[in-house]
Nanobody
């Protein structure tokens, strides 16, 4: 019965920065992770970043390494995504996901089994 809600999307010029936040509500306990996927028009949903709130470990998709930083607050069941050096190809709807397994979101073969997704927030990067 966990729900997640994203905030912070918007419009930014290439090279700029934007921050996203995601808060989980409901029964969050034990080892869990939260993270972000994104989906551009006509594209498959793509892994962006994940943060384990049990181990404070961060993971990133190859396309955002070195530019995005994910952090989390276990007490608040919240993750924050700082996006720097934004590129037009970063444009898309960003979805937050709650992962009770702490690992399913890290593999394209297992993230599809996750059920707790946010409604998405639009990030638009102009050239």
């Amino acid at each position: 019965q966990v729900q997640v809600h994203e905030s912070g999307g918007g419009l930014v010029q290439a090279g700029g920065s934007l921050s996203l936040s995601c808060a989980a509500s409901g029964r969050t306990f034990g080892s869990f992770a939260m993270g972000w996927f994104r989906q551009a028009p006509g594209k498959e949903r793509e892994f962006v970043a994940a943060f384990s709130l049990g181990t404070s470990s961060a993971f990133y998709g190859d396309s955002v390494k070195g530019r995005f930083t994910i952090s989390g607050d276990r007490a608040k069941s919240t993750v924050h995504l700082q996006m720097n050096g934004l590129k037009p190809e970063d444009t898309g709807v960003y979805y937050c996901v709650f992962d009770s397994t702490s690992s399913y979101m890290l593999s394209p073969s297992t993230y599809k089994y996750l059920n707790t997704w946010g409604q998405g927030t639009l990030v638009t990067v102009s050239s």
